[in-house]
């Protein structure tokens, strides 16, 4: 289990990556809003890595810290790279899924409390990459509606998730007494 967790580290360091990147190529396309809501997104996976970070040491047990791969450079069309954004965030929901599957295979009930917020999570997480394909699609070719978007969505943001367990512990950096659950 506490491999699997380790691994999760990499997954949502991965996740802000691969989001920082679609930011920059947002900025380099001009759609300055688009990446003022990726990089909160890429924000948000910092939390998550943070989250699971703080479990596994808490647990006593020895994190390892693996290379994080390089994420493409560009993804050609908004469109396309929100498609991207979600397909990826249907693969973490997988992963999430799987640890919860082999938490519950072993009794283990501490990780299974800390995946159910997890499970939740990527319900949000889904649901915000695929409105976004949506309404990118209903704007379709209309530079107009698509700017306008652009501009909706650069109003986006940063917050700490709500409840986030294990996301400060006390003597870390923005630890607030009593923030460790
Ligand atoms: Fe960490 O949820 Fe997105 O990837």
């Known amino acids: 289990?506490?491999?699997?967790l380790n691994q999760q580290v990499n997954e949502e360091l991965y996740s802000m990556y691969i989001y920082e990147a679609m930011a920059a190529d947002l900025e380099y396309r001009g759609y300055k809003g688009m990446a003022t809501w990726m990089r909160v997104q890429a924000r948000e996976e910092k939390i998550h890595a943070d989250i699971f970070y703080n479990?596994?040491?808490?647990?006593?047990a020895h994190m390892e810290l693996e290379a994080v791969a390089k994420p493409p450079k560009?993804?050609?069309?908004?469109?396309?790279?929100?498609?991207?954004?979600?397909a990826?965030?249907?693969h973490i929901?997988?992963?999430?899924?799987?640890?919860?599957?082999?938490?519950?295979?072993?009794?283990?009930?501490?990780?299974?409390?800390l995946l159910q917020w997890f499970v939740d999570e990527q319900v949000e997480e889904e649901a915000n990459t695929s409105e976004?394909?949506?309404?990118?699609?209903?704007?379709?070719?209309?530079?107009?509606?698509?700017l306008m978007l652009d501009r909706e969505?650069?109003?986006?943001?940063?917050?700490?998730?709500?409840?986030?367990?294990?996301?400060?512990?006390?003597?870390q950096p923005g630890a607030v007494a009593g923030a460790a659950a």
């Open 1 to 4: 289990m506490l491999g699997e």
């Open 55 to 60: 479990y596994v040491t808490e647990r006593q």
């Open 74 to 86: 560009t993804w050609g069309s908004p469109l396309e790279l929100f498609k991207a954004a979600y």
């Open 88 to 90: 990826h965030e249907q």
């Open 93 to 113: 929901t997988g992963r999430i899924h799987h640890m919860a599957k082999v938490a519950q295979e072993l009794n283990d009930y501490a990780s299974l409390k």
């Open 132 to 146: 976004a394909v949506q309404q990118l699609e209903i704007a379709g070719s209309q530079a107009q509606a698509v």
């Open 153 to 171: 969505m650069g109003a986006r943001v940063y917050a700490v998730p709500a409840n986030a367990p294990y996301y400060t512990k006390p003597g």
